[in-house]
Nanobody
């Protein structure tokens, strides 16, 4: 089993920045064996992809709506994945989830509990 714990959400004004963290743990977890990603779900909307990277580190993919503003990265030594969010907009308001997928899996199997990001105009 893999456990994912997100942190770093909060309330910020439009144009501001936040950095989300996702700490991964578990007996079988290895940063080099899992693809990781960030997803978000706004009120009344379906969960959507934000950014992901493959277990090899590349490729890194971003949703068009966040390209140039968000950056996903990882610290393998800490088994932690980050999402740096700059120039935040009110439409970025959502619960942000971290997810992990084993290298041979087709779907994301493990999810964190989510962290709320609210951007005021």
């Amino acid at each position: 089993q893999v456990q994912l714990v997100e942190s770093g959400g909060g309330l910020v004004q439009a144009g501001g920045s936040l950095r989300l963290s996702c700490a991964a743990s578990g007996r079988t977890f290895s940063s080099f064996s899992y693809s990781m990603g960030w997803f978000r779900q706004a009120p009344g909307k379906e969960r959507e992809f934000v950014a992901t990277f493959k277990w090899t580190g590349l490729p890194i993919n971003y949703a068009d709506s966040v390209k140039g503003r968000f950056t996903i990265s990882r610290d393998n030594g800490k088994n932690t994945v980050y999402l740096q969010m700059n120039n935040l907009k009110p439409e970025d308001t959502a619960v942000y989830y971290c997810a992990a997928r084993y290298m041979y899996s087709s779907d994301y199997e493990y999810w964190g509990q989510g962290t709320q990001v609210t951007v005021s105009s």
